[in-house]
């Protein structure tokens, strides 16, 4: 503390210190006042001296230092300048004596509510279920501090690295007792959030491992479902090759038309293995801007492709004038494809005719909704809450994954897919992406 700050406390609280100090400045008002004949008047400046004494040690030593230089006072002014009536002179002592026990009275009342004010803030301070501390930021003056504090927190840490516990301090700034600025700190235990957040984050990596896992069996189950039909094609067209040349009718316009279609089975057979790899890796999309057209377009010809038994009668309709859309066009085309499947298998018992998938494309605020409806049979109502979780299926063959992986693509682009129910029979599957910027 600097000597003006230790002085000034010593006078405001030591009173050892204080009424000495009143009683000198009190004699020395004293004999000024006496060597100037009185002519000055300088009763007015004994208050400073009654203050100091009241302040420092109650309201009655500020009383007495008051009587005794209204006694002196008089006595001296009688002695100096004895009056014809005494009664003016001991009516003029009262006075200065009025006002000395009236402004001792006051310094007392101001001091005890201080007092009051601060015995207020000490039992609030104190009362904190939190540690809390006053700082002197000039001088690094610990100034004060509740209990909480002096047992939970070191100052000016946010980490108790005794106790693990770690705290938020609040700070603010104030005006001190003394006048001078400070910082009122309150810190706020946070353990437990920090535990609950380390938590979670060690429930987000097992999590992520667990999806590593599924994304394993996701893989193993999604090649077995999609390289069946591609090698199941290319073993008959190599048996149609076999057959032609042991009959030995082979013409080779025909075997190549044989060979170059099991080529293009063995392509789009590696294709698919790249493309399941590319989803369990979870890489990032890779986002274009892709028209809902051509989008559609590569679904349906690989649909068209895969029932060359009986083609199925796809129609397609996009509204004209649709936004291009930020899209994955490996996903996008998984996702399409797959509905397209499930729409055809839900209408495989249907006569040829009426065996009619529509895919539409239309706008839906600043995304693209495409459609796939069917009339099939419909998803039963016991299921749909169950539609697209993992491992579910309304096929006896199925494994449960395509609707699975789709939500997971859409939803991956930010979009979302649902169906619903057609009027007129089958089921309508919505999913939207949001328009390219």
């Known amino acids: 503390m600097n000597p003006r700050a230790l002085l000034q406390s010593r006078l405001l609280n030591d009173p050892a210190f204080a009424l000495p100090v009143s009683v000198v400045l009190a004699a020395a008002i004293a004999a000024l006042d006496y060597s100037t004949d009185y002519e000055l008047r300088f009763g007015v400046l004994y208050v400073p001296a009654v203050f100091l004494a009241t302040w420092a040690a109650g309201r009655a030593a500020g009383i007495g230092i008051g009587l005794a230089t209204a006694a002196v006072w008089g006595a001296t002014l009688f002695a100096k300048y004895p009056y014809a009536n005494s009664a003016e002179h001991i009516f003029e002592a009262g006075l200065h004596l009025l006002m000395y026990v009236a ?41 004060y501090a509740n209990p909480r504090f002096e047992r939970e927190l070191p100052p000016g840490e946010t980490l108790d690295e005794a106790s693990g516990r770690w705290f938020y301090v609040l700070s603010r700034t104030l ?104 989803f369990v890796k979870r890489r990032p999309p890779a986002l274009r801007a892709e028209t809902p057209y051509a989008l559609i377009a590569d679904a349906v010809s690989a649909a068209e492709g895969e029932r060359q038994e009986v083609p199925p009668d796809i129609r397609v309709e996009v509204e004209p004038g649709l936004p291009r859309v930020a899209a994955d066009r490996t996903m996008i085309s998984r996702v399409m494809l797959n509905l397209a499947r499930n729409a055809l298998d839900a209408m495989a ?10 895919v539409r494309a239309a706008p839906r605020g600043a995304e693209v909704e495409f459609q796939f409806a069917d009339r099939g049979c419909g998803v039963p109502e016991d299921m749909e809450a169950r539609l697209f979780q993992p491992f579910f299926s309304t096929k006896a063959e199925g494994m449960g994954l395509g609707l699975a992986i789709c939500r997971s693509i859409v939803e991956y682009h930010r979009g979302r897919l649902w169906f619903t129910r057609n009027p007129e029979g089958g089921t309508t599957f919505h999913f939207t992406l949001p328009a390219a910027a």
């Open 103 to 143: 402004f001792a009275l006051l310094a007392a009342r101001l001091k005890e509510a201080l007092e009051l004010a601060k015995e207020r803030f000490v039992t609030a301070f104190d009362s904190l279920d939190a540690p809390a501390w006053v700082f002197d930021p000039r001088g690094g003056t610990l100034l």
């Open 175 to 278: 005006r001190w007792l003394d006048g001078s600025t400070v910082l009122l700190n309150v810190a706020t235990d946070i353990t437990e959030a920090k535990r609950a957040e380390a938590l979670a984050r060690q429930q987000r990596e097992q999590l992520e491992r667990t999806a590593r896992l599924i994304a394993v069996g996701e893989m193993a189950s999604t090649l077995a479902h999609e390289l069946n039909q591609p090698l199941g094609a290319i073993a008959n067209y190599s048996n149609a090759a076999i057959r032609l040349l042991q009959g030995g009718a082979a013409r080779p316009a025909e075997l190549m038309d044989i060979l170059q279609k099991c080529s293009a089975q063995s392509l789009r057979a590696g294709e698919v293995v790249q493309r399941i790899r590319e």
């Open 349 to 358: 018992a249907l006569p040829g005719r009426e065996r009619v998938l529509a």
